[in-house]
């Protein structure tokens, strides 16, 4: 494979991750809006909500069993507009039952999304023979930058959601479609057999297990800030409503530069030196929000929390494919059910103690959680542990 097709191939799959970033962010910052557009009451909301990550992890396992038979590449490149359709359709409806056909049809197909991208970025990151996969996420970061922004400007001028959705997909999808052109997988998937690729039986989940421990952990952590971040500034710190919409930017923005420059620091020192690095960083920010005295503090902690969750996801997926070479697939298509797991229990589990106890001791849980990464540090470094910076001899030429 020629360095100018893996420089190509990295492009396009940054893309698809910056597409998805912008996607998500557009559905999950106007969940208001759809709520009102579509008049759920507060009562069958939750259900909606617990619909998407639950039909995203059966996509996932769904994927897991079409890559057995059809590349990863081909599934992102349809899965992708499918999404953005989904999105699309959330906001052209106004039915109660169209809003539930396109939230499933989103949930189903982000599932085989974000499992394909993964197994794409871990195949190019052995090609590479280095880490490469926090920049994939670090666009996906940026990418939900720039939809929160898109979202606060369409609810700012209190644009419809199909106002505000539809020039995004107009854009978006023709782009994706045509950057779908140059996906490519590295050499060595795709010199393995297809039967060997799929191969349930060659992933022990005890081995495994770890690894989606610590997925969910550190999911966990990142829906108390998507979700509980703005309240708790607001009712626990009392900070203003204005100024309680800022932790989560600040979180996004430094979840953005750690992933930035987090492939140079595995790179320089290994990954499982900068997981532990970002998880002792989680946990002393989940500490320093529910000791905070005042706002500016407490958005102290939730910058040290975007610094330091940001590098566990990324790392968590390329460790999964280091582990399983020869099935590394199916790895991530198992392993990215836990990403749901935790975006499923972190904000009902914060909710539900700060309502019975208080919101302070309820982001102990998170930190403690998100501590217990440190047990399982040591799965980050299985054989081939390291990519690049004298830690592994490069397999291939270094492509930049």
């Given at each position: ?252 923005v430094t979840t953005l530069l750690g992933r930035t420059v ?71 298509a198992r392993l990215n059910i836990f990403n749901y797991v ?59």
């Amino acid at each position: 494979m020629t360095d100018a097709r893996l420089r190509h191939g990295r492009a396009s799959l940054a893309l698809s991750f910056f597409v998805q970033g912008v996607t998500f962010a557009l559905l999950v910052t106007r969940i208001p809006a759809i709520q009102d557009r579509y008049g759920i009451s507060d009562g069958l909301l939750p259900v909606f909500l617990a619909a998407v990550p639950i039909l995203a992890g059966v996509g996932s396992v769904v994927t897991e069993k079409v890559v057995a038979r059809v590349r990863p590449r081909v599934v992102l490149r349809w899965a992708q507009p499918v999404v953005l359709l989904a999105l699309l359709g959330v906001g052209a409806g106004s039915e109660v039952w169209e809003a539930a056909l396109a939230l499933g049809v989103f949930g189903l197909s982000v599932g085989a999304l974000d499992a394909s991208m993964n197994m794409m970025g871990v195949s190019l990151q052995r090609a590479y023979g280095r880490s490469i996969m926090l920049g994939f996420h670090a666009a996906y970061s940026l990418g939900g930058i720039a939809g929160a922004s898109m979202a606060w400007a369409g609810a700012h001028w209190d644009l419809s959601l199909l106002v505000s959705y539809l020039p995004v997909v107009v854009v978006l999808l023709p782009v994706a479609f045509a950057g779908s052109r140059w996906y490519v997988e590295g050499k060595q998937e795709e010199e393995l057999l297809g039967a060997e690729r799929g191969k349930a039986g060659s992933v022990s989940f005890k081995l495994l297990m770890p690894l989606c421990l610590v997925m969910c952990f550190a999911y966990i952590g990142d829906s108390t800030v998507s979700n509980w971040s703005a309240k708790y500034l607001q009712d626990v710190l009392g900070s203003s409503e204005q100024l309680s919409t800022v932790p989560y930017n600040v979180y996004m923005v430094t979840t953005l530069l750690g992933r930035t420059v987090g492939d140079f620091g595995v790179r320089r020192f290994g990954a499982v030196a900068v997981v532990r690095f970002g998880s002792v960083l989680a946990a002393a920010g989940f500490g320093v929000v529910a000791v905070a005295g005042g706002a500016w503090v407490g958005m102290l902690g939730f910058t040290m929390l975007g610094l330091g969750l940001c590098v566990i996801v990324p790392q968590t997926f390329a460790a999964a494919g280091r582990m399983f070479p020869g099935a590394s697939d199916t790895a991530i298509a198992r392993l990215n059910i836990f990403n749901y797991v935790g975006f499923l229990v972190g904000s009902p589990l914060v909710g539900a103690l700060g309502d019975a106890w208080s919101y302070r001791g309820a982001m102990l849980v998170p930190m403690v959680l998100v501590l217990a990464t440190l047990v399982y540090a040591k799965s980050f470094g299985a054989e081939p542990a390291r990519y690049g910076g004298g830690h592994e001899r490069p397999r291939t030429v270094d492509v930049g």
